[in-house]
């Protein structure tokens, strides 16, 4: 073999293994197992320690409170939201003890009034509501009973009674124009009352022919805009808004 | 995944394999004898850190599983009690700059403008707002969309962070430089730097939990099941069939980055 050749072979040699040698010592173990990643940082992940126990750790000890939970409005709130995380505490239950918030700002989280919280979710006004009174000294939080049916319809749709009351249709009564259901009071969106549909429900005493107290405004519903229902101008809850 | 090691799948020319086919014993010797332990990934990839065998009755198989969540903000009542469990079960810095998941409050004005709000990621709930002028109001839980086509993985140059083989995006702690380059690249705005390691965090949607069959501390929280995680492969998981059942969008769709986090009759103003 040319001298030339054997130089070449030694310093390639050198630089193969210099570069395995680099790569192997570089490259952390397992990285590539799997993908271009390395295979052991799942392990170190899935690791960490579980702190909530799930829903279905509590029952086990607790089986009567968890009975009287899933029967009542909180039943799919689990035991943790409130008591907090509780692995430790099923592993060593007289050591790790957990809490339960019984002080009056806690409940509010979930049930403080919000515009932005779905119609028919069980609100409270904190400020108005039997101030500075526990919840817990009235409510069982484990299983809060069902709300009264509220007696009016103001008391769910404030601002449309608040406008209607001061309007010119104060004294027409809400079910005048929507039929509700009594179970609308339970269920709101289930049950929904109706709203009128045609131009002639209006006419029965704005048409100029409707035999209603002379005071109440009229128009000709023949020609007074045929092709709009009314209220697509006018404000029910608030006619003589403009 | 494609082979990381770049082996000689190029073409080569004739004289340079027949060169290095000579010169590889040579390069063998020197590799066996420079490296006890040489990394043969094939060996050592399975089990990586073993003992944990005999502690589990079941081994978790990843490719058996594929998971996504699903959300639906018209359940949401924005009480931050998902934030909370995330930042206990993750430890996640109590700072308000540090969340793995976080509620968002969207406020649509009658003047066409739209604000959001999430202040403290919505732990303690959220500020009274004036409702005259309010068109509409609600709450969207926001997180890692762990997505298939994720951009963070791409552009991360050490490849420390990655997609599991059940579709979720994980970060190696130990691997990390902190260079910030995938918090950057996230569209969602869903990773940070964690101040003390200063390597990135996201949602992991509790890997740790998963893998024992437990849901993730934000799903196992929520008071009103706004949250719905589960097999997305699987037509009887509850998430397939709420996705069934629900008009399903996702977050920025154009950016192409598929997430597997799915949003159920999604307002327009949701971004």
């Known amino acids: 073999m040319p001298q030339q050749v054997t130089r070449l072979v030694v310093l390639f040699g050198v630089m193969i293994a210099g570069l395995v040698a680099a790569r192997s010592w570089l490259i952390p173990k397992t990285f590539g197992a799997i993908g271009h990643y390395r295979a052991a940082a799942i392990d170190s992940v899935t690791a960490t320690k579980v702190k909530y126990a799930g829903h279905e750790a509590c029952a086990a000890c607790h089986p009567d409170v968890a009975a009287l939970r899933v029967a009542g409005r909180h ?19 007289s050591e790790k003890r957990l809490s339960a918030p019984r002080q009056r700002g806690y409940c509010p989280l979930c049930h403080g009034y919000d515009p932005g919280r779905p119609s028919g979710f069980p609100q409270i006004d904190p400020a108005t509501h039997n101030p500075m009174r526990p919840c817990v000294s009235c409510h069982q939080a484990h299983a809060p009973e069902t709300p009264r049916e509220p007696e009016a319809c103001g008391a769910c749709h404030g601002s449309i009674a608040r406008t209607h009351s001061v309007s010119n249709h104060a004294l027409i009564a809400c079910v005048r124009c ?4 009594k179970r609308h009071k339970v269920t709101p969106l289930l049950s929904r009352p109706t709203k009128p549909t045609q131009r002639a429900f209006c006419g029965q005493c704005h048409d100029r022919e409707a035999s209603s107290p002379k005071e109440i405004s009229r128009v000709d519903l023949a020609t007074h805009e045929p092709n709009y229902v009314c209220w697509q101008c006018h404000y029910p809850h608030f006619p003589e808004a403009k | 995944m494609s082979d990381p090691l770049p082996t000689d799948t190029h073409p080569v020319q004739t004289d340079r394999r027949t060169f290095l086919r000579k010169s590889l014993p040579v390069a063998l010797a020197v590799a066996s004898m420079a490296e006890a332990d040489p990394p043969d990934a094939t060996k050592a990839a399975p089990e990586p850190q073993g003992g944990s065998e005999p502690d589990q009755p079941r081994r978790y198989n990843p490719s058996e ?8 903000p018209g359940l949401c009542i924005g009480c931050g009690r998902c934030v909370e469990a995330c930042k206990t079960e993750n430890d996640v810095p109590r700072e308000p700059f540090y969340f793995r998941t976080w509620v968002e409050r969207y406020t649509a004005q009658a003047d066409g403008e ?11 709930g959220f500020p009274p707002i004036k409702e005259a002028g309010v068109l509409r109001t609600f709450f969207v839980p926001k997180l890692c969309n762990q997505c298939a086509n994720p951009p963070c993985v791409q552009v991360c140059p050490v490849g420390a962070t990655f997609t599991t083989p059940d579709g979720v995006v994980l970060v190696d702690h130990e691997y990390c430089i902190g260079c910030r380059y995938c918090i950057q690249a996230c569209p969602y705005g869903a990773r940070f730097l964690h101040p003390v390691t200063r390597t ?7 890997y740790h939990r998963i893998v024992k069959d437990l849901v993730p501390a ?7 099941q706004a949250r719905i995680f589960g097999e997305l492969r699987h037509r009887s998981s509850p998430l397939s069939r709420f996705m069934r059942f629900n008009n399903i969008q996702v977050l920025k769709p154009h950016l192409n980055t598929k997430p597997n986090v799915f949003y159920a009759n999604l307002d327009g103003e949701v971004r």
């Open chain 2, 218 to 224: 934000c799903v196992e929280a929520c008071p009103t």
């Open chain 1, 75 to 93: 039943k799919s709130v689990a035991c943790e939201v409130c008591h907090g995380p509780g692995a430790e505490h099923v592993e060593s239950p």
């Open chain 2, 200 to 206: 990135a965090e996201k949602c992991t949607f509790c």
């Open chain 2, 65 to 72: 599983h594929y998971y996504g969540m699903a959300v639906d």
């Open chain 1, 178 to 181: 929507h039929q509700t259901d």
């Open chain 2, 114 to 124: 739209t604000t959001v709000a999430s202040p403290n990621g919505g732990i303690g």
